[in-house]
């Protein structure tokens, strides 16, 4: 049987899932990636819930829905686009999600914004800049590179936008020991 799991978002992730489906509730776990896991046998009703409670107490969720399914698909795809640097991070959303699903671009952002009560784009843009964060952090590059890094215009664009977003300008959130938000919570 086939689970899909939210707020699976890196291969920490993954290995946590793992841990507790083989683990912790002692099931033949056949595999297990980004945002799904893979059981041998069929499952009650009873076995779904302390799944779900399992997973739920390690902050993952188990997803009912195929419009669910969808947004969490959505935001994997965009937390991967995010961290290719260069080049790659000047596609735009449309061309990125246009098609997918059996769905337009436009269908599949009024659904975001109807599930997670925020635009495609905000989500997007908050996205971009927990990756500016983390280059500001850990990388020594100068706000052009990473500018250039994550797909915007210009520093004066990055700077911009990373003050509407954070209320620091980059330097200031530098300087300050400026905290990065999980992505499972943005």
Do not use: W
């Not at 033949?28 to 409670?53: F, K, M, Y």
């Not at 080049?87 to 959303?93: A, D, I, K, T, V």
Request: hydrophobic share 35%.
């Amino acid at each position: 049987m086939k689970l899909t799991i939210k707020n699976m978002v890196c291969r920490h992730c993954v290995e946590c899932v793992r841990r507790i489906l083989s683990d912790g509730l002692r099931l033949a776990v056949r595999s297990v990636e980004l945002g799904a896991a893979e059981i041998d046998g069929p499952l009650s009703d009873n076995d779904i819930s302390v799944i779900s409670d399992a997973l739920e107490a390690e902050g993952f969720e188990l997803i009912h829905s195929r419009e669910a399914e969808i947004i969490d698909i959505v935001k994997r795809i965009l937390i991967e686009h995010t961290r290719q640097d260069g080049e790659h991070q000047r596609e735009n959303l449309q061309s990125l999600l246009d098609g997918k699903f059996g769905l337009t671009y436009a269908s599949i952002s009024r659904l975001f914004s109807e599930t997670e009560g925020r635009s495609l784009e905000n989500y997007y843009i908050s996205l971009r800049i927990e990756r500016v964060k983390e280059l500001i952090k850990y990388r020594r590059l100068s706000l052009s590179e990473i500018a250039f890094m994550t797909g915007f215009s210009s520093a004066a664009h990055l700077s911009r936008l990373f003050r509407q977003t954070t209320g620091l300008t980059p330097t200031e959130f530098k300087s300050l020991g400026g905290k990065r938000t999980p992505l499972p919570e943005i």
